[in-house]
């Protein structure tokens, strides 16, 4: 893609400004000098814009002031493309944000390559820092480069020097020399930033600034936010002795820092304008998503549904203050989004992004320091007994944020996982901080990340009522490590899930507009309600086509979530920071759905089928996503089962037989199903549905369902067993003890596909001359048809199928309902019921059956208590009363004796009188032995039969 193209589209493009080939002015011979001028610096800074903000940037007056720095700071000899910086640098994600970005650009680039071009030629004075600062500088660029902590040597005073002398007087690797950029140019930004803080302050009036404030910038601030730091606090991050701090431009750079903001008005900036230009001016950064974050309209999004955070409830005087944690600020886009009585405590691993915060919060005048050190978070847990302070003047910044438990709301961005059983850097630090932390013992394991650690750290931060935001780039599953969820799910409830993943966009952006899931906890200490509770999910398809649909899109993914019903108008009072719901929304049932939108998304909404206790057993999972999808295709293309069939729930209270179920069975037509909810053969959940007029008397069906013709039945009952209403169940109803629990509503809203509905009104188009061919056969070959479909079959043809399929697996169970019945499961037949198939001329009672040999007796009228098959001393069977009294039947014809036992199995107390008038035995033994075996071979082809037919419909029911 030309670079062109890529930032000059026709829909950013302002009036009047003309057309330049950006990508052809970059291809072109590189400069004659061997050092790059400061337009090439300046072009290339200008050309890696991290996002590009909305069209309204392009029409706030900019591009005057930026060619007017532009032609001040260039020669007319040389002058740079104008237009087309211009217009690349107005159309930065901050020029929306920050008025006065593309104005002050150009001379912040310029002031970072002068001082980088000094550091880089002054390296040696790193060697000169005390000790402590050499090693924390050390491990700084070691992180950056990628190379893991070394080990501290014990005892050796020089190992800090030496461990900098290698980055400073040894040859540097190619990711070592980059990392030293990266630095350098750090430390130049602080050094502006702090100066710019200093000008800002000057132009609102807080504190005149000098030429000498220049020469002792740190001091400087130290001095002017002393007066406002308790004496039991410690003082802001950016004036404590850091990585940064040690540096004071030499006087030549100090005048020329002096002149070129003397020309600046910062009496209206915002703090934006400064972290604008701290990432703008930027040349090397590490590839780390971290530094990228997310889009501002993504932060302001969310507390725009948490705008009435600031509310005071009935119980306002008790919590005169409200505090929120966060082990990830970042640059403080998040922070300064919120409301502003808001106290912040957290930490943020990267030190430069942490600087950058609180010179953002500084901008506008000096202020009591926030809770902010320099950390992933870890070292805040709780503490499960407070330390003794003996002696200690103060406590340190982490041991006040370990106490610190009492916060509404906590934040956490995951931007990628950093797994403590991987390679690199950034997994041997995580490894390092967690072998000196007891408190995550329980919590580690292979899968197990950074920011699910600092998830569960936040939310012991927060108090009962208590928010937790968790945005990540992966959904949270099992994989996460069952301990991660079940301390999450032990102490708060998962309000809902948001997956954006599916919201793609084609904007010329680097920065994501937001993140691809978020999960939203809320502390909760009562057990019964953490166990009944049901997450809600909410996933967004669709594409974005441009920014203005950007903060749309995420206001109505945000209002599509519900609060739950079950909460009290107490404790909703409570709770008032939680999202609202749509002004004039229901809450939904567990297992609904529902969808919104306006653009070209689709936004879906879902409430968990089971309670939070299962939740991390069974969702998320990783293959819901496409299973989600794919029922939602379903849903497109099917209308609902209550649109078109009649459903009558059958209450429990009720007579257990079917015939007294409201309807007898002179009323049941051949119209109707019964449908019912169970459990399988395998203990598995499954649905069964069995026209009415074969359904057994005993039947405990929950809803009798009647077709408009009697051809629809065996159809409907085929579809409602299928795998699809299987796997829509799963999804969309409630479950326990390891069955469906049905409702009317659940019931109606069954999804029933329009092909198949247009195959049974007899509406469907015309399919192919061959598939009409193999639909008449399917009666006799339903094989063919199985093999023939594939999945680019289309519906009309597979609901076809799917109709003379299930229509004639229904006439072929009916038409062999009598021989289908008289083998068991295991293959054994019935013989009771194959006795009573032979002409009453071929039975003998079995007394008098000549094969038989009998010894004992027994009395005719005496309940018969045992009855027990014997194989030895030859093949029989015992009949025994509780007396003692017995007869002993034996044979030396096994088929008899299979017969016979067969018949005798399953009666309980019968007397030898009874036995005789019930009892029968075949007068030729081997005529009946062939007609058992030609009936056993009839039934393994009926049953073939029935396997490929039933094969068959599941083939074809997926339309």
């Known amino acids: 893609m030309k670079i062109s193209s890529f930032f000059i589209s026709s829909e950013l493009k302002p009036q009047g400004t003309v057309d330049l080939d950006v990508a052809a002015w970059l291809a072109g011979p590189p400069p004659a000098e061997p050092a790059p001028t400061e337009r090439d610096v300046l072009a290339s800074l200008l050309l890696q814009p991290e996002e590009m903000a909305s069209p309204s940037a392009l029409t706030s007056g900019q591009g005057s002031d930026l060619r007017r720095a532009l032609e001040t700071n260039f020669p007319a000899s040389q002058p740079p493309p104008a237009a087309s910086i211009i217009q690349l640098v107005a159309a930065h994600p901050d020029s929306a944000h920050s008025p006065g970005l593309a104005a002050h650009l150009p001379d912040v680039a310029a002031l970072c390559r002068r001082i980088t071009d000094e550091l880089r030629a002054g390296l040696a004075c790193l ?3 005390n000790p402590s600062r050499r090693d924390a500088l050390s491990r700084h660029l070691d992180a950056l480069a990628g190379i893991p902590p070394q080990p501290h040597p014990t005892g050796d005073r020089g190992y800090e020097a030496g461990g900098l002398r290698r980055w400073v007087e040894q040859t540097r690797t190619a990711p070592q020399e980059r990392a030293l950029d990266t630095f350098v140019e750090e430390v130049a930004l602080t050094c502006l930033g702090q100066a710019m803080l200093l000008k800002s302050w000057s132009d609102r009036g807080v504190r005149p600034w000098t030429r000498t404030d220049l020469g002792r910038l740190n001091w400087t601030l130290s001095a002017s936010l002393k007066p406002f730091v308790p004496l039991h606090r410690e003082c802001w991050q950016l004036t404590r002795p850091n990585l940064y701090s040690w540096y004071n431009p030499p006087a030549t750079l100090q005048e020329e820092i002096w002149e070129t903001l003397r020309r600046w008005d910062l009496s209206d900036a915002v703090p934006s304008l400064l972290t604008g230009l701290l990432r703008a001016g930027r040349r090397h950064a590490p590839a780390l998503p971290e530094i990228r974050g997310y889009d501002l309209r993504f932060y302001c999004s969310v507390w725009e549904k948490l705008g009435h955070f600031a509310q005071r409830s009935d119980s306002a005087a008790l919590v005169p203050e409200r505090h929120a944690f966060s082990p990830t600020l970042r640059d403080g886009a998040f922070v300064r989004t919120g409301p502003a009585e808001l106290q912040w405590h957290g930490t943020e691993a990267y030190p430069f992004q942490l600087l950058a915060a609180e010179m953002a919060e500084l901008w506008k005048g000096p202020k009591v320091p926030p809770l902010w050190m320099t950390g992933t978070g870890l070292d805040a847990h709780s503490r499960e007994q407070l330390a003794l302070r003996l002696g200690a003047p103060k406590p340190s910044p982490v041991a006040r944020i370990a106490e610190r438990e009492n916060c509404e709301l906590g934040f956490v961005l995951e931007e990628r996982p950093v797994r403590a059983s991987e390679r690199g850097a950034d997994s041997a630090a995580l490894r390092e901080e967690l072998d000196r932390l007891p408190y995550f013992k329980p919590l580690r394991s292979d899968r197990v990340s950074l920011g699910s650690l600092q998830a569960c750290v936040t939310l012991t931060k927060l108090r009962p009522g208590g928010l937790l935001w968790w945005a990540r780039e992966a959904p949270l599953t099992r994989d996460d490590g069952q301990e991660i969820l079940r301390f999450l799910l032990d102490r708060s409830t998962l309000l809902c899930e948001w997956d954006l993943s599916a919201a793609t966009h084609t904007l010329p952006v680097k920065i994501p507009l937001f993140p691809r899931y978020l999960y939203a906890f809320r502390r909760e200490p009562r057990t019964d309600l953490r166990r009944a509770h049901r997450p809600q999910r909410v996933r967004v ?20 979530y519900r609060p739950d019903s079950r909460v009290t108008a107490g404790e909703r009072a409570g709770l008032a920071f939680l999202l609202e719901p749509r002004e004039g929304a229901q809450p939904p049932r567990p297992g609904t759905r529902s969808s919104v939108g306006q653009g ?3 936004i879906h909404h879902q409430v968990a089928p089971q309670a939070q206790q299962e939740w991390s057993e069974h969702w998320p999972d990783a293959a819901s996503q496409d299973t989600l999808v794919r029922l939602e295709g379903l849903r497109g293309r099917s209308v609902p089962l209550g649109q078109l069939i009649a459903v009558r729930p059958v209450t429990t209270k009720e007579s257990q037989s079917l015939q007294e179920r409201g309807w007898s069975r002179a009323g049941m037509t051949k119209q109707t199903v019964v449908l019912c909810s169970g459990k399988g053969a395998a203990s598995e959940r499954e649905l069964r549905a069995v026209p009415a007029d074969a359904a057994a008397a005993d039947l405990k069906g929950e809803f009798l369902l009647m077709c408009p013709d009697a051809s629809w039945v065996a159809p409907i009952a085929a579809f409602l067993e299928s795998a699809p209403v299987r796997e829509w169940f799963d999804h969309f109803c409630e479950r326990r003890k390891g069955q469906w629990l049905l409702s009317e509503q659940t019931v109606k809203v069954i999804p029933l596909p329009r092909a198949l509905v ?3 009104q007899g509406t469907d188009a015309s399919i192919p001359a061959e598939w009409e061919r193999r639909a008449e056969q399917i009666p006799f070959s339903p094989g063919e048809a ?9 519906g009309p043809v597979r609901a076809r199928v799917f109709t003379r399929a299930a229509r004639a697996l229904a006439e072929l169970k009916a038409s062999q309902a009598r021989l289908l019945g008289m083998v068991a499961a295991d293959g054994r037949i019935h013989w009771r019921e194959f006795m009573r198939i032979l002409p009453r001329s071929e039975k ?3 007394q008098l059956h000549p094969s038989l040999r ?6 005719p009228h005496l309940p018969i208590e045992e009855i027990q098959p014997l194989k030895r001393p030859a093949r029989g069977v015992l009949l025994a009363t509780e007396g003692g009294l017995n007869l002993c039947v034996t044979s030396e014809d096994a088929f008899l004796m299979e017969l016979l036992c067969g018949q005798l199995e ?11 008038r019930v009892v029968e035995l075949p007068r030729q033994a081997d005529v009946a032995q062939s007609t058992a075996n030609d009936i056993l071979r009839s039934h393994q082809e009926q049953l073939q039969r029935i396997r490929e037919l039933q094969d068959l419909t599941s083939a074809a029911a997926a339309f």
Do not use: Y
């Not at 899109?553 to 599509?560: I, R």
């Not at 199985?786 to 289309?794: F, I, P, V, Y």
């Open 127 to 129: 060697l000169s820092l």
């Open 541 to 560: 398809e669709g594409e974005i086509r441009s920014h203005a649909e950007v903060p749309r899109l995420l206001e109505e993914a945000f209002s599509a």
């Open 600 to 602: 070209q998304w689709r």
């Open 758 to 760: 247009d195959a049974l």
């Open 786 to 794: 199985a093999a023939a479909l594939d999945s680019s079959t289309a």
């Open 844 to 846: 003998v009672s079995f």
């Open 854 to 859: 009998m010894s004992g007796s027994l009395p």
């Open 906 to 916: 399953g009666l309980e107390h019968p007397t030898w009188n009874e036995l005789t």
